[in-house]
T-cell receptor
Framework: DAKTTQPTSMDCAEGRAANLPCNHSTISGNEYVYWYRQIHSQGPQYIIH???NNETNEMASLIITEDRKSSTLILPHATLRDTAVYYC?????????????FGKGTLLTVNP | EAQVTQNPRYLITVTGKKLTVTCSQN?????MSWYRQDPGLGLRQIYY???????DKGDVPEGYKVSRKEKRNFPLILESPSPNQTSLYFC????????????FGPGTRLTVL
């Protein structure tokens, strides 16, 4: 699976959009970009994933650049409950092990 | 409600005393997996199972055993726990088709003295 690079930490004001970047310059054609988050030692929570098109669900939007070498997770109206470590994970679909390789992630702190 | 449950949530034990951490999911998922999380090392996979009676080692299997006799359950067994197994443990599950989003349990914090 391709390696990802994320900023160590970011701050965001409550009610504003949080834009979390991820670099995955070595991504291959069959690899998807997944985002998970972990709120203070709770189990990681799936947020969204995509291949090459932008995706949106009830939690967030995922913008993937045309060359697929980077992506941005957007939380449109961040709340205090969105304070968490956000992980960008690149992996291929299927295979014999669905292991998720978590890096260090980005600690997003939403401030009142 | 779709969920992955783990028990116990917290456990303090002593070196060498066998223990089992249970994991159960109610989503009829084929795939289940165990991770451990340690400061500075992130989450690392211990064992995984693609279906009943099918298990395989992850990245850090030493000192652990698993079994998958039923689809919903995937217990993690520490035959002779040691202090280096003090960690936060997570169980996860997913289907093996479609989006294969993984659902994680709430975690088990284990301390081995």
């Amino acid at each position: 699976d391709a390696k990802t690079t994320q900023p160590t930490s970011m701050d965001c004001a409550e009610g504003r959009a949080a834009n979390l970047p991820c670099n995955h310059s070595t991504i291959s054609g069959n690899e998807y970009v997944y985002w998970y988050r972990q709120i203070h030692s709770q189990g990681p929570q799936y947020i969204i994933h995509g291949l090459k098109n932008n995706e949106t669900n009830e939690m967030a939007s995922l913008i993937i650049t045309e060359d697929r070498k980077s992506s941005t997770l957007i939380l449109p109206h961040a709340t205090l409950r969105d304070t968490a470590v956000y992980y960008c994970i690149v992996r291929s679909w299927g295979g014999s092990n669905y292991k998720l390789t978590f890096g260090k992630g980005t600690l997003l702190t939403v401030n009142p | 409600e779709a969920q992955v449950t783990q028990n116990p949530r917290y456990l303090i034990t002593v070196t060498g005393k066998k223990l089992t951490v249970t994991c159960s999911q109610n989503m009829n998922h084929e795939y289940m997996s165990w991770y451990r999380q340690d400061p500075g090392l992130g989450l690392r996979q211990i064992y995984y199972s693609m279906n009943v009676e099918v298990t395989d080692k992850g990245d850090v299997p030493e000192g652990y055993k698993v079994s998958r006799k039923e689809k919903r359950n995937f217990p993690l067994i520490l035959e002779s726990p040691s202090p280096n197994q003090t960690s936060l443990y997570f169980c996860a599950s997913s289907t093996t088709s479609g989006r294969d989003t993984q659902y994680f349990g709430p975690g088990t914090r284990l301390t081995v003295l």
